[in-house]
């Protein structure tokens, strides 16, 4: 009996620009083959679609429509993986509801990473209970295994840093944490690419010379392991919850600096300090608070690491693919 296959697919402008979804759509795939399944992502090296068991579609693009009506006519579970979220304040659109709606409506699963998650899309979509797949946020599962912070420290000429790992953009609100550690006299490494170049630039001039930036390193690599490891403390003040990154530095036990969020209250609790990102003071102060801190950890707890890695917070999307397959 061969294994069941699993083709993931996200939308077609996905990797133009790879940050944390992209880097998650990576993990799922390995994590999958780890546990037995043959998972593709979506390629010129995939074989027909009809070879397939399930289709996880991750993303909210309007590209999905043709791939799910593909998958409704030859019978292939199709897995909704919306990664969608709304800015404090902000309404779906018209456009936004109909078109989840209909990711939802006709997806064999709903797949949801958090109880925040779950709350807006009933909220705000006709989500059916009987559809939803819960899991949890993960990180690869060999993540947290050991890292040589003097690597990361030696190559790029820093020692005490905070680091901040995703695209430069306006949404991730690089600009004000800039602005924090300038004010807190501190040394900030930024990894990650651009979005918008106008805005990257923005964030070289106010910089002055104090901020390290690092187009990209390769997810899960040595190297960005030894970055995590190495750093006074982690911050990322989105204007959205804060990213996968952010829970990877949480398995090498820097204190974290994040946004106020529901999301980041319910995922790390009080691991955290929370700040509004529209205040530069209060950033400045919580940054000032992490690095002096004098609780310090090698590791976060074995019970918070143990609900984010992939046996355990996949496991409900483990056992649905082999439960599932041509039960259809």
Aim: aromatic share 12%; net charge neutral; proline share 5%.
């Amino acid at each position: 009996m061969r294994n069941t296959r699993v083709l993931i697919v996200s939308g077609f402008s996905a990797y133009f620009k790879q940050g944390g979804g992209e880097a998650e759509a990576v993990s799922l795939r390995a994590s999958l083959e780890l546990h037995g399944f043959q998972a593709d992502l979506y390629g010129p090296n995939v074989i027909e679609l009809e070879g397939y068991d399930f289709v996880i579609f991750f993303s909210c693009h309007p590209s999905g429509m043709e791939l799910l009506q593909a998958c409704i006519d030859l019978s292939i579970k199709f897995l909704f993986w919306p990664n969608f979220w709304m800015e404090s304040g902000r309404l779906p659109s018209p456009e936004e509801r109909n078109l989840i709606n209909k990711y939802c409506k006709h997806s064999a699963k709903t797949i949801i990473k958090s109880n925040v998650e779950l709350e807006l899309f009933q909220k705000h979509f006709d989500l059916n209970n009987q559809n939803i797949l819960r899991i949890n946020w993960f990180v690869d599962a060999d993540f947290a295994g050991p890292a040589d912070a003097s690597r990361f420290k030696e190559l790029y000429g820093v020692n005490d840093y905070i680091l901040s790992v995703g695209l430069i953009e306006p949404i991730k609100n690089q600009m004000a944490l800039i602005k924090a550690v300038r004010l807190a006299g501190k040394k900030l490494v930024l990894i990650g690419g651009f979005r918008e170049k106008d805005y990257f630039d923005a964030c070289r001039i106010e910089s002055a010379g104090e901020v390290v930036f690092i187009p990209h390193l390769p997810a899960n690599s040595p190297i960005l392991k030894a970055a995590y490891a190495g750093c006074t403390s982690y911050a990322e003040v989105s204007f959205d919850p804060p990213g996968r990154s952010s829970l990877e530095a949480a398995f090498y036990g820097r204190p974290l600096v994040l946004s106020l969020s529901d999301w980041a209250k319910e995922i790390f609790h009080d691991r955290a300090l929370l700040v509004p990102p529209t205040s530069v003071d209060e950033i400045q102060r919580a940054l000032s608070v992490a690095t002096a801190s004098a609780i310090r950890r090698d590791r976060m707890d074995s019970i918070f690491c143990n609900r984010h890695i992939p046996d355990s917070a996949l496991g409900n999307l483990y056992k649905y693919l082999k439960s599932a397959k041509g039960a259809w």
